[in-house]
């Protein structure tokens, strides 16, 4: 009996220590060593990566319309006003030819003048193509041709105008007829010439539209022209000289005997122009009116004589002169004229 009481005191003895042990190990901070080896001793805790969102993708906004900008029209350039030019002195046409006319070869000069030098030479006949006329210095004309060298080059020379047969003062007479002269009301103080002979009337313009034949146009290398049945047609022919005084003895002795398929032009001395100068020379035409041809072809006959020897100023005509004659002939084609 006086057992049971020393045992339970032990028992409560041991109760008290064990309580108090537990409390003990509550309140202790483990040392580093141990937290140490619990890090080594436990299963390494893997850490999973975060899974990051990629994010989905986002629509780009699309650009708001940029308008275009509004053309600005561009400066119109104003046209300046076309200078004037000045009109030329009326120069040949393409269609004026020549043909050299001497005894031996003609010196064709780099200008118009005895003192230019000369180039080349060409012998009698050469054809060539006239485009202008000067004066020189002493009064003498010359015209500015082109011809054709040996290697097909054309050269631009002058040749003394005495020695060359050319249309072209026929062609400027016909340019200048067609344009309106200027007149003034001054009056002319100047005193006409005495005229030696017989007063001429100036013979019949040929009426707007006529078609002018010349007399001599195979002489001259002149291709003629081709009229119809309703044109009116005129043979033409013309003399020149160097001075105005010149004209009258040419005009007094000179005989034409010019025929249209075999019939002569009768009267045909009152139908000489007035005397007018031209290029540097006095010259008169003859414009023959025949009136309207049959269709078909017809042939000009031309032969010029002199009842004495006379002058132009370049060369001498006439009896006991070089040049006692001047014959030519034309032959030409009248087409039907369409109704």
Same mark, same amino acid.
Not at 8 to 27: D, Y
Not at 118 to 135: H, M
Not at 205 to 211: E, F, N, S
Not at 313 to 326: A, I, R
């Given at each position: ?16 220590? /064990?309580? =108090? ?5 509550? =309140? ?15 299963? =390494? ?16 906004? /699309? ?135 017989? $007063?001429? =009337? ?57 025929? /249209? ?76 004229? $369409?109704?």
């Amino acid at each position: 009996m006086q057992m049971r009481p020393w045992w339970t005191l032990l028992l409560l003895v041991c109760l008290i220590l /064990l309580v =108090t042990a537990c409390e003990s190990n509550e =309140t202790q901070t483990p040392s580093p060593q141990a937290q140490g080896d619990v890090a080594l001793n436990q299963p =390494t805790r893997t850490v999973k990566p975060i899974v990051s969102f990629t994010p989905r993708f986002t629509a780009t906004p /699309l650009p708001s319309t940029t308008p275009f900008p509004s053309q600005t029209p561009q400066a119109t350039a104003t046209l300046a006003p076309p200078t004037a030019t000045l009109s030329p002195t009326p120069s040949p046409t393409a269609t004026a030819s020549g043909i050299i006319q001497s005894n031996q070869s003609v010196n064709l000069r780099d200008g118009p003048g005895a003192d230019q030098p000369v180039v080349t030479a060409v012998a009698p006949g050469t054809e060539v193509g006239v485009l202008r006329t000067k004066t020189d210095d002493a009064g003498r004309t010359w015209y500015e041709i082109a011809i054709e060298d040996d290697d097909g080059n054309v050269q631009r020379l002058w040749v003394r105008g005495d020695l060359i047969e050319t249309n072209f003062d026929d062609i400027v007479a016909g340019q200048a007829a067609a344009e309106v002269e200027d007149t003034t009301d001054e009056p002319d103080n100047r005193t006409p010439p005495t005229p030696t002979g017989p $007063t001429r =009337t100036p013979g019949a313009t040929p009426v707007a539209g006529a078609v002018k034949i010349l007399a001599y146009c195979e002489q001259k290398v002149v291709r003629p022209p081709t009229p119809t049945t309703n044109d009116e047609v005129y043979i033409e022919w013309s003399w020149y000289v160097a001075a105005e005084d010149l004209m009258q003895q040419h005009l007094d002795n000179a005989r034409y005997e010019v025929s /249209l398929d075999g019939k002569p032009l009768l009267d045909w001395d009152q139908y000489a122009s007035d005397t007018r100068r031209e290029q540097g020379r006095w010259i008169v035409y003859w414009y023959y009116p025949v009136g309207r041809l049959e269709a078909g072809e017809h042939t000009v006959t031309y032969h010029l004589s002199w009842d004495e020897a006379i002058t132009d100023g370049y060369d001498d005509f006439g009896p006991g002169t070089s040049t006692t004659t001047n014959d030519g002939t034309c032959t030409f084609t009248v087409n039907e004229a $369409t109704p």
